[in-house]
């Protein structure tokens, strides 16, 4: 009866850690589909993967798992929403790996995460990401064409730099008007905990990560923690909705001071665009 016991304790065990670890490892594709009147017709089904928060993290030989399913999603553009390298373990292989393969399936845009920005190399970063073809959002405003039309993608440096927190309003609002009012607008920045701000500056649709899915995650509470929004976190998922905003928050790829996700898979996410015109 003791032995019996014992084999159920060490298959209980054993399934554990097993679960673990293909709940930190097994990535998930999330697919979302964003409608607005602004959207313009030509860019009707068009696709934008998110790359969040991959913080140096290997999944399989040169990333193999990692760009199949990105090249599944079959993306029109890719975004990449900070925090590529983490300040902890630093090392720019995995990330050099994952942009040489991504090369080429579709334009890359990018802004940095606290990560990036508190590792004091985000100029070394900056050059690797050149290297490859990456648009990089500091603070800045670019077009986006497609068919015979065009959309704007803005911005904004982590506000991790140079203690850029008080500033986040008047920088956002400042990139937002070099937009016109009819063009639908897109805002890449790491924190989801700002969204208030985008909201206020009147951005149609933001990408940001830095949540983690809250790490561990339990049935219909959900996410335990996350970085700058602290326990039992709002913003760590999933589509969110702020007066005319819609924040699309990635659960991110790979982890930094907690090694293991519990019921929290890494994740990449599929914006699918609608036209109401």
């Known amino acids: 009866m003791k032995i019996k016991k014992l084999k159920v304790i060490i298959a209980s065990i054993l399934l554990v850690a097993f679960l673990l670890v293909w709940g ?17 017709a030509d860019f009707d089904g ?5 790359i969040s928060d991959l913080h140096n993290k290997e999944f399989g030989k040169n990333q193999k798992r990692l760009i199949k399913k990105i090249k599944a999603a ?14 902890r373990k630093w090392g720019t292989k995995y990330m050099e790996k994952f942009l ?10 990018y802004v940095s995460g606290n990560h990036e920005v508190w590792s004091f190399k985000y100029d070394k970063v900056k ?21 015979n039309s065009e959309i704007k993608i803005a911005g904004i440096i982590d506000t991790g730099f140079e203690d850029r927190e008080e500033y986040v309003a008047e920088i956002l609002k400042t990139l937002k008007n ?19 701000d985008y909201a206020d500056a009147g951005y149609d649709l933001v990408f940001s990560g830095h ?47 907690i090694p293991i996700r519990v019921l929290n898979r890494p994740e990449i996410t599929v914006t699918v665009l609608k036209s109401n015109q």
């Open 46 to 50: 068009y696709r934008i993967v998110q």
């Open 74 to 87: 079959n993306p029109d553009l890719i975004v990449i929403t900070g925090d590529i390298v983490d300040r």
């Open 178 to 196: 070099k937009i016109k009012s009819n063009e639908y607008s897109i805002l890449l920045s790491h924190r989801p905990e700002h969204i208030d």
């Open 211 to 257: 949540a983690h899915g809250g790490q561990i995650r339990i049935p219909f509470i959900g996410g335990i923690y996350a970085p700058h929004q602290g326990i039992m976190p709002k913003y760590t998922k999933g589509v969110i909705n702020k007066r005319k905003t819609k924040m699309v928050v990635s659960r991110g790829l790979g982890n930094s001071v």
């Open 24 to 40: 930190t490892n097994d990535i998930v594709t999330s697919e979302y589909f964003i409608s607005s009147e602004k959207i313009p």
């Open 100 to 109: 040489a393969e991504s090369k080429g399936i579709a334009p890359m845009y």
């Open 127 to 147: 050059k690797i990401l050149e290297k490859y073809g990456v648009n990089i959002l500091d603070d800045d405003v670019k077009t986006i064409k497609h068919k």
